[in-house]
């Protein structure tokens, strides 16, 4: 059973910088990422990761300002979000994979890759 545990979530002014992690329980082979949504949007995958590759994707909306890594030796999945804007408001979840290697022809930033949900921690960024 998989389970996954976020933390680090909160308030920043714009500009600021967040930096979430998420904890997992049993296996961490696959892709481990970060979906996000809005009040009144539909849900986004901003990042993603593969355990063992350590093959990194990202949306084009925080391209160049969010980072994921992973440590496999403490299973978590870290994603620092610099230069925070009031768009990237939102309840942000981790999500892992079922165990899968990394291929080009995945859809890393798509809700059908991942099969494991955190319960979400909210960030807001102030203009």
């Known amino acids: 059973q998989v389970q996954l545990v976020e933390s680090g979530g909160g308030s920043v002014q714009a500009g600021g910088s967040l930096r979430l992690s998420c904890a997992a329980s049993?296996?961490?082979?696959?892709?481990m990422g970060w979906f996000r949504q809005a009040p009144g949007k539909e849900r986004e995958g901003v990042a993603a990761?593969?355990?063992?590759?350590?093959?990194?994707d990202y949306s084009d909306s925080v391209k160049g300002r969010f980072t994921i890594s992973r440590d496999n030796a403490k299973k978590t999945v870290v994603l620092q979000m610099d230069s925070l804007k009031p768009e990237d408001s939102g309840a942000y979840y981790c999500?892992?994979?079922?165990?899968?290697?990394?291929?080009?022809?995945?859809?890393?930033?798509?809700?059908?890759?991942?099969?494991?949900w955190g319960q979400g921690t909210q960030v807001t960024v102030s203009s």
């Open positions: 049993g296996y961490t082979y696959g892709y």
């Open positions: 990761v593969h355990s063992v590759s350590g093959n990194t």
């Open positions: 999500v892992m994979s079922y165990p899968v290697a990394w291929s080009p022809y995945h859809l890393h930033l798509s809700s059908s890759t991942y099969n494991y």
